[in-house]
């Protein structure tokens, strides 16, 4: 299949949640994490566009690609690490410094996940546009 | 890190006149993975290195070799 339909389909997909996004929070139905989900979409589509410019028509490949494969493993080993690391220092921390009562969880732990996701996805860049 | 593995796989595919494009549309890989390893920046598999040399029809050890080997290491 050409992924050209693909992109076509997910841009289509993109513009309806984008646009379901605005109207829901002019009508105030729906929060700002709504804008936020529709940001990252928009960015997403904004990759997979570049991606198709870079690689063309053999963007077709990219789930099957070998060295893609061994690259989003090296990149989820990095994120992991991130994520031990953290864990570890975060419990020392409140251990040593008596803070677990006083830190916010509900914002740490969601930081931290954030944080594990975007180092996955820019050592999955750097691995693979460091040629 | 360079790889250890040398090739001449841009040589051959200019040879052939293909692009990176054409090529990775017939081995079933991605063009940015051709630019990697013509720039030895990555050792493709045993499989991967098995399907280049069938595509061009020639012995893998005339597109791939270790680097030592060419320098008289063994």
């Known amino acids: 299949m050409d992924p050209r339909w693909l992109l076509i389909g997910w841009g289509v997909l993109t513009l309806i949640f984008d646009f379901m996004a605005v109207y829901g929070v002019y009508t105030s139905?729906?929060?700002?994490?709504?804008?936020?989900?529709?940001?990252?979409?928009?960015?997403?589509?904004?990759?997979?566009?570049?991606?198709?410019r870079l690689d063309g028509i053999t963007f077709k490949n990219t789930l099957v690609d070998e060295r893609l494969s061994i690259i989003s493993g090296k990149a989820q080993r990095n994120s992991f690490w991130f994520l031990f690391l953290s864990i570890w220092v975060l419990a020392i921390i409140s251990n040593v410094h008596r803070l677990a009562p006083s830190l916010a969880f509900d914002v740490v732990l969601p930081l931290l996940g954030a944080g594990t996701i975007i180092i996955q996805m820019l050592s999955f860049l750097w691995y693979k546009y460091r040629v | 890190m360079d790889s250890k593995v040398n090739n001449k796989l841009r040589l051959i595919r200019r040879t052939r006149d293909l692009t990176q494009e054409e090529l990775g549309v017939a081995l079933g890989v991605t063009r940015h993975t051709i630019l990697a390893l013509e720039n030895r920046k990555y050792e493709p598999s045993i499989a991967l290195a098995l399907k280049i040399a069938r595509f061009f029809e020639m012995p893998v050890e005339d597109i791939f070799w270790l680097e030592e080997e060419r320098q008289g290491g063994v």
């Open chain 1, 29 to 52: 139905q729906a929060g700002g994490m709504v804008l936020l989900l529709a940001g990252a979409v928009s960015l997403l589509l904004v990759y997979l566009l570049v991606v198709y």
